[in-house]
């Protein structure tokens, strides 16, 4: 079917991440990538369980397909003056009877086996690949993330393994039992009857067939367009629930109804369209149909007539065009189904073949920590080649020592700290720590020995022991309000009803700025990092809170190289050693009182900052 290979795989740009649309394998390579999940290795369990599957599903047509030869052999002997087979004589019509309902109940009995047996293996093969996305999202560059759309991306992941379900369920359990059956139903016929018979019932499965590919293929278009209506309507929904206080700051509740209704507005139109072309589906399938029962059932009257069939004969024929146009009339949903199912599969796939700006290299070894010095080398990264953002920076952080980055907006302070949590790899230069070029040791280390308290610090919507906790796996309850004490919320967390069970809301939203920070100081205490990174950790805080938990760190600080970005001034007095950036450059360093003295750059921010009141923009 030339559908289902209906687009290449596509390379992604990782510089411009298209969640909305992701490069999607084609349908020959999705089912290929499929395949190995239903023929696990090293799980002879589970191909056990593949083979009595396929070995009940043989079962289940083979009885399917003898059931109508019982059907005749019962209405023969009805017939008075029908000749039939000893053995139908010795059975009787009504032991033939009791037969015909026996073999209907096998044939039920022996799918239920084969859905039962093959449960397990579909189950497995789903939360493979769930998991597999779940963690190669996970793999992904920061850049991807930034540039996500939350909405589209869930829709992706569920639509992609709802369709995999699908595919196991159906391509192995209708389309390849149905060919299987229409291949022994012909076989009886040309056995039975004549090559007429079976040219009438090919040409109607035949037209069948091609009307039903023709206009699915039409359907899919329109249905395509519904799905990306329906992922930019729950991009919007979603977006607009995540931003419920900016809604209610701005009054803008009418505003995002219209945006959302607008959205649903094109769903509609595309969902009416699906529903009136699946009308003429239907409607055209029936109509085929009806007429190639017609002239089969014809063909067999007029054999009856003319001596040549039984009127068991006539009413097998028709038991068999029954049991033709029953699976027939479900594939034009089948196939629909499965080519949309390829499509989200494809889309699924596609974006697991999306490539992590940031790998280990091979072989890489784990971080061997003697201190935590930093080192920043001849240091240069950009985005976009034509606009760089740091234009080589060396710098030096001692064990031990607390160094503050200040600068104006744009300078590079952030980014820097992003490069030493390697959520990007430097353009060009080295970022070290104690020695080692951090993109030579491996991830899960270099992360475990940098700690990061952010501006805004998000908590999981679980308790407030759940949130500490999250800074180790597997930390004791003990461990976590130590934690907590050293960051100065124990407290208030046992003032809470529900204690350390508390729950924090989406975000944290049910705590205060000050609360989350202080929640996120205790986690980052408990992770124990050899280097700390603060992220304008109180630049969002009011000054008395601020204060407050600027004693928290710098004592979380004792014994730890802690790199600050500073959004206040008077936060960094106290450091070893402050870095002002303009535009990607170091233009001033030293302690507070000798770029005071100096009356330069980092002077007269300080000025302007003292004498106005107002914050240095971040």
């Not at 087979?85 to 026996?102: D, P, S």
């Not at 367009?225 to 809604?247: C, G, H, P, R, Y």
């Not at 055209?284 to 089969?296: E, F, P």
């Given at each position: 079917m030339r559908s289902l290979a209906s687009r290449a795989p596509q390379a992604p740009d990782p510089a411009n991440p298209d969640l909305a649309n992701p490069a999607e394998a084609s349908g020959w390579?999705?089912?290929?990538?499929?395949?190995?999940?239903?023929?696990?290795?090293?799980?002879?369990?589970?191909?056990?369980?593949?083979?009595?599957?396929?070995?009940?599903?043989?079962?289940?047509?083979?009885?399917?397909?003898?059931?109508?030869?019982?059907?005749?052999?019962?209405?023969?002997?009805?017939?008075?003056?029908?000749?039939?087979?000893?053995?139908?004589?010795?059975?009787?019509?009504?032991?033939?009877?009791?037969?015909?309902?026996?073999?209907?109940?096998?044939?039920?009995?022996?799918?239920?086996?084969?859905?039962?047996?093959?449960?397990r293996v579909a189950q497995r093969a789903?939360?493979?690949?769930?998991?597999?996305?779940?963690?190669?999202?996970?793999?992904?560059?920061?850049?991807?993330?930034?540039?996500?759309?939350?909405?589209?991306?869930?829709?992706?992941?569920?639509?992609?393994?709802?369709?995999?379900?699908?595919?196991?369920?159906?391509?192995?359990?209708?389309?390849?039992?149905?060919?299987?059956?229409?291949?022994?139903?012909?076989?009886?016929?040309?056995?039975?009857?004549?090559?007429?018979?079976?040219a009438a019932i090919v040409v109607t499965i035949a037209l069948y067939v091609w009307f039903t590919f023709k206009v699915t293929e039409w359907r899919v278009k329109i249905r395509r367009v519904m799905n990306e209506q329906d992922t930019d309507a729950n991009q919007k929904a979603i977006d607009s629930l995540l931003n419920f206080e900016t809604v209610k700051y701005f009054n803008a509740e009418a505003r995002e109804a219209r945006?959302?209704?607008?959205?649903?507005?094109?769903?509609?139109?595309?969902?009416?369209?699906?529903?009136?072309?699946?009308?003429?589906?239907?409607?055209?399938?029936?109509?085929?149909?009806?007429?190639?029962l017609v002239v089969v059932m014809v063909m067999a009257a007029i054999g009856v007539e003319q001596g040549a069939l039984t009127v068991g004969d006539f009413v097998m024929v028709n038991a068999y065009m029954i049991q033709i146009t029953m699976p027939l009339n479900f594939?034009?949903?089948?196939?629909?189904?499965?080519?949309?199912?390829?499509?989200?599969?494809?889309?699924?796939?596609?974006?697991?073949?999306?490539?992590?700006?940031?790998?280990?290299?091979?072989?890489?070894?784990?971080?061997?920590?003697?201190?935590?010095?930093?080192?920043?080398?001849?240091?240069?990264?950009?985005?976009?080649?034509?606009?760089?953002?740091?234009?080589?920076?060396?710098?030096?952080?001692?064990?031990?020592?607390?160094?503050?980055?200040?600068?104006?907006?744009?300078?590079?302070?952030?980014?820097?700290?992003?490069?030493?949590?390697?959520f990007y790899d430097v353009s060009a230069g080295r970022l070290m720590i104690d020695g080692q070029d951090i993109r030579d040791v491996t991830l899960d280390s270099l992360h475990a020995a940098v700690g990061v308290v952010p501006q805004d610090t998000v908590l999981f919507n679980d308790t407030v022991f759940y949130n500490i906790a999250y800074g180790r796996d597997g930390a004791t309850r003990a461990e976590v309000e130590a934690a907590a004490k050293a960051a100065r919320i124990h407290d208030f967390i046992v003032s809470l009803p529900d204690g350390y069970d508390t729950q924090v809301g989406e975000r944290g939203l049910k705590l205060s700025g000050g609360e989350k920070q202080r929640v996120g100081i205790a986690r980052t205490l408990l992770k124990d990092p050899a280097i700390l990174l603060l992220d304008e950790a109180t630049s969002a805080l009011d000054s008395q809170t601020e204060g407050d938990i600027q004693l928290s760190l710098r004592e979380m600080g004792q014994g730890r190289t802690v790199v600050m970005i500073a959004h206040r001034l008077s936060t960094v007095v106290d450091a070893d050693a402050i870095v002002v950036l303009d535009a990607g450059e170091i233009v001033e360093q030293g302690s507070h009182a000798a770029l005071m003295a100096r009356g330069g750059r980092y002077a007269a921010m300080w000025r302007r900052q003292d004498s106005d009141d107002v914050d240095v923009a971040p």
């Amino acid at each position: 079917m030339r559908s289902l290979a209906s687009r290449a795989p596509q390379a992604p740009d990782p510089a411009n991440p298209d969640l909305a649309n992701p490069a999607e394998a084609s349908g020959w390579v999705t089912i290929a990538k499929v395949a190995p999940y239903l023929w696990p290795q090293g799980e002879t369990g589970l191909r056990t369980r593949v083979v009595l599957a396929l070995i009940f599903l043989l079962a289940a047509k083979l009885v399917a397909v003898g059931t109508p030869l019982i059907y005749k052999a019962a209405v023969d002997a009805l017939v008075p003056g029908e000749a039939g087979a000893g053995w139908m004589v010795a059975v009787g019509a009504v032991g033939l009877t009791v037969a015909y309902g026996m073999a209907r109940l096998l044939g039920v009995v022996f799918q239920q086996l084969r859905d039962a047996v093959f449960a397990r293996v579909a189950q497995r093969a789903l939360r493979r690949l769930a998991l597999q996305t779940f963690t190669h999202i996970h793999r992904l560059s920061l850049r991807f993330h930034l540039t996500r759309k939350t909405g589209g991306l869930s829709r992706i992941i569920e639509r992609g393994v709802k369709g995999v379900e699908f595919l196991l369920r159906f391509l192995l359990f209708s389309i390849v039992p149905l060919i299987l059956e229409l291949l022994m139903i012909a076989a009886i016929f040309v056995f039975l009857f004549d090559a007429r018979y079976l040219a009438a019932i090919v040409v109607t499965i035949a037209l069948y067939v091609w009307f039903t590919f023709k206009v699915t293929e039409w359907r899919v278009k329109i249905r395509r367009v519904m799905n990306e209506q329906d992922t930019d309507a729950n991009q919007k929904a979603i977006d607009s629930l995540l931003n419920f206080e900016t809604v209610k700051y701005f009054n803008a509740e009418a505003r995002e109804a219209r945006r959302y209704d607008r959205a649903m507005a094109a769903y509609e139109a595309a969902a009416v369209k699906t529903a009136t072309s699946l009308a003429f589906l239907n409607a055209g399938q029936s109509a085929i149909i009806t007429a190639g029962l017609v002239v089969v059932m014809v063909m067999a009257a007029i054999g009856v007539e003319q001596g040549a069939l039984t009127v068991g004969d006539f009413v097998m024929v028709n038991a068999y065009m029954i049991q033709i146009t029953m699976p027939l009339n479900f594939l034009g949903t089948v196939y629909r189904e499965i080519r949309q199912a390829l499509v989200d599969m494809g889309q699924m796939f596609g974006l697991l073949e999306y490539p992590p700006d940031v790998v280990e290299k091979p072989g890489a070894g784990p971080l061997r920590l003697s201190g935590g010095a930093v080192r920043l080398e001849d240091l240069r990264f950009h985005y976009d080649p034509a606009r760089p953002i740091l234009k080589g920076i060396t710098l030096d952080v001692p064990a031990g020592t607390t160094v503050a980055l200040v600068g104006a907006s744009g300078s590079g302070k952030t980014t820097i700290g992003r490069l030493l949590f390697r959520f990007y790899d430097v353009s060009a230069g080295r970022l070290m720590i104690d020695g080692q070029d951090i993109r030579d040791v491996t991830l899960d280390s270099l992360h475990a020995a940098v700690g990061v308290v952010p501006q805004d610090t998000v908590l999981f919507n679980d308790t407030v022991f759940y949130n500490i906790a999250y800074g180790r796996d597997g930390a004791t309850r003990a461990e976590v309000e130590a934690a907590a004490k050293a960051a100065r919320i124990h407290d208030f967390i046992v003032s809470l009803p529900d204690g350390y069970d508390t729950q924090v809301g989406e975000r944290g939203l049910k705590l205060s700025g000050g609360e989350k920070q202080r929640v996120g100081i205790a986690r980052t205490l408990l992770k124990d990092p050899a280097i700390l990174l603060l992220d304008e950790a109180t630049s969002a805080l009011d000054s008395q809170t601020e204060g407050d938990i600027q004693l928290s760190l710098r004592e979380m600080g004792q014994g730890r190289t802690v790199v600050m970005i500073a959004h206040r001034l008077s936060t960094v007095v106290d450091a070893d050693a402050i870095v002002v950036l303009d535009a990607g450059e170091i233009v001033e360093q030293g302690s507070h009182a000798a770029l005071m003295a100096r009356g330069g750059r980092y002077a007269a921010m300080w000025r302007r900052q003292d004498s106005d009141d107002v914050d240095v923009a971040p």
